[in-house]
Structure formats: structure tokens, C-alpha cells
């Protein structure tokens, strides 16, 4: 085998794994959108990783049975941020409160198109190595 085949296949096989990743997502977000309670989150906290400039918020909202739930977004980066203090929709699976989602078409549609682009763009990667050769 080459490299150019070993990486081929490297690039079809993490293209595949986000795809089903993006498929997993836009299931859990029809079911929430279907079925989720919602809820008003507060973000509580901002995390700071060493090195990184960037915030990760950490939101709180209490469950229908009057349990605070404390979360993090999947949806993070450029125009996402949401700072300390506001509040925001959430919405949940009932009886599965750690599926919170942030209820906003930003945070909904981000995760899923990350996903499905990362996924295209490591599969036209292993297609041009097969046709390249």
C-alpha cells in the first residue's frame, strides 16, 4: 500500500465518521424539536481553556422536576458566544435532561453544517486522491 492510498482511505473513513455524526445530530434535533421541553437557560459560567482565547458557556435552567441542569453548548464558535448572564431558550428530551440544545436557529443549524461540510470536504480529499492517480 502507499501513502496516498492509506491516506485515501484515512480520509474516506473520517468523512464517513462525520457524516453519521451529522446524521446522529439532525435525529436528536427533529426529536427535540418534536417532543423537547423547553426551558429559559441562564449561562452561569464562562470556561476558559489555557491557551485559547475563546469562552465556553455553561448554561443553567431548572427541569420540569425542579432539578437545576447545568450545561454546555455543541455549538461553539464565530457569532455563537453567549455572554454571562443572558438568558436563552433551551429545550430537552423529558427524562433526559443532559440532551439540552440551546434553542436558537444559530445553535440548532451550526452543529449540522460543521458537520456535513467537515465530512464533504475529508471525502472530496479521498476522491481526488482516487482520481488523481
Same mark, same amino acid.
Do not use: C, N, W
Given at each position: 500500500?502507499?501513502?496516498?492510498?492509506?491516506?485515501?482511505?484515512?480520509?474516506?473513513?473520517?468523512?464517513?465518521?462525520? +457524516? =453519521? !455524526?451529522g446524521?446522529?445530530e *439532525?435525529? /436528536?434535533?427533529? @426529536?427535540?424539536?418534536?417532543?423537547?421541553?423547553?426551558?429559559?437557560?441562564?449561562?452561569?459560567?464562562?470556561?476558559?481553556?489555557?491557551?485559547?482565547d475563546?469562552s465556553?458557556?455553561?448554561?443553567?435552567?431548572?427541569?420540569?422536576?425542579?432539578?437545576?441542569?447545568?450545561?454546555r453548548?455543541?455549538?461553539?464558535?464565530?457569532?455563537?458566544?453567549?455572554? +454571562? =448572564? !443572558?438568558?436563552?431558550?433551551? *429545550?430537552? /428530551?423529558?427524562? @433526559?435532561?443532559?440532551?439540552?440544545?440551546?434553542?436558537t436557529?444559530?445553535?440548532?443549524?451550526?452543529?449540522?453544517?460543521?458537520?456535513?461540510?467537515?465530512?464533504?470536504?475529508?471525502?472530496?480529499?479521498?476522491?481526488?486522491?482516487?482520481?488523481?492517480?
Open positions: 500500500m502507499t501513502g496516498e492510498t492509506i491516506g485515501g482511505g484515512l480520509a474516506v473513513v473520517v468523512g464517513l465518521v462525520g +457524516l =453519521g !455524526a446524521a446522529r *439532525v435525529r /436528536l434535533q427533529m @426529536r427535540l424539536s418534536r417532543h423537547g421541553l423547553r426551558a429559559e437557560g441562564v449561562v452561569v459560567d464562562q470556561e476558559h481553556e489555557p491557551g485559547d475563546s465556553t458557556p455553561v448554561i443553567e435552567f431548572t427541569d420540569r422536576q425542579g432539578r437545576p441542569v447545568r450545561f453548548p455543541v455549538a461553539r464558535g464565530m457569532g455563537l458566544g453567549l455572554a +454571562l =448572564g !443572558a438568558q436563552v431558550p433551551v *429545550v430537552y /428530551l423529558p427524562g @433526559r435532561p443532559k440532551s439540552a440544545r440551546v434553542f436557529r444559530q445553535h440548532r443549524l451550526s452543529p449540522i453544517v460543521g458537520l456535513f461540510a467537515g465530512s464533504m470536504i475529508f471525502l472530496g480529499v479521498a476522491a481526488g486522491a482516487v482520481l488523481t492517480r
